[in-house]
């Protein structure tokens, strides 16, 4: 019988790919519930860093360079290039520790401006790649939002009329910033995605219009909104994502103000 110690270190060893866990220490972590909060924990924080160092920019001409160097260390004495190989380990030691870093202050600190964003973007991204596994599947939007009235994780209270048009297939709860949020996939367009996350905010911080951003493949709607941030994520165009806010901006409604 698999030990909870052996079935930690086998899942440890596949957050980001969960499906090359066996099936015993998946069942070993479905009953047990410290090791099954634990694996929760443990995989935010994995795509974080996974996240983190997906956006960390390659300098233009890195490859050559490095080829340039390898050439060189032939030409040197032996002593001297065993010393300078062994820097190419510390160097990239260090880059790693650095984007770490970065996670940890974003966990630790509590983080600032849009770093509830970057957390949030990852999150999707991981569910969108299917490396994270939604904790719910359903068609009915009001089933998924009892679900996480239930466990007392954020639900939309209020959204634009557009989202009526759109298919739900899915929830899951996760943490941004120490704070419990949500994320519900719909199908936005024929065999395209958008990801709602939900996280609540601290009293006091004001709604905030609706605004739009590219980042990558991305296509990124922000608003605040009755004590809640919301993001909605999609890889379809602008074009459609903002056709979600069509009808507010026809009406000229306050709520979802378009900027």
């Known amino acids: 019988m698999m030990r909870p110690e052996d079935a ?126 939604l904790d719910r599947f359903s068609g009915d939007l009001a089933l998924l939002k009892a679900s996480l009235k239930e466990v007392g994780s954020p639900m939309p209270e209020e959204l634009p009329d557009g989202f009526a048009a759109m298919r739900s297939l899915g929830c899951k709860v996760f943490e941004v910033e120490g704070r419990p949020a949500s994320v519900i996939c719909f199908e936005i367009a024929p065999g395209q995605e958008a990801h709602l996350v939900m996280v609540g905010v601290e009293p006091g911080v004001p709604e905030a219009a609706t605004k739009f951003e590219s980042r990558g493949e991305w296509q990124v709607a922000t608003w605040n909104k009755g004590g809640q941030r919301y993001m909605l994520a999609t890889k379809a165009s602008e074009e459609v994502l903002k056709g979600v806010f069509a009808t507010l901006m026809d009406k000229g409604s306050r709520s979802f103000l378009i900027v």
Do not use: Y
């Open 8 to 133: 930690r270190n086998e899942l440890d060893a596949s957050t980001l790919r969960p499906g090359d866990a066996s099936e015993a220490s998946r069942a070993l972590a479905a009953g047990d519930a410290e090791l099954q909060q634990w694996l929760e924990k443990r995989s935010q924080f994995d795509e974080q860093v996974a996240g983190a160092l997906g956006e960390i920019p390659v300098p233009a001409g890195l490859n050559d360079d490095i080829l340039k160097a390898m050439e060189m260390e032939r030409d040197l004495e032996p002593s001297v290039s065993k010393r300078r190989v062994g820097m190419l380990p510390l160097l990239l030691t260090m880059a790693v520790v650095i984007a770490l870093a970065g996670v940890w202050w974003w966990n630790d600190a509590g983080g600032t401006g849009k770093d509830w964003e970057r957390q949030a973007l990852s999150m999707v991204k991981s569910i969108d790649s299917h490396e994270v596994r």
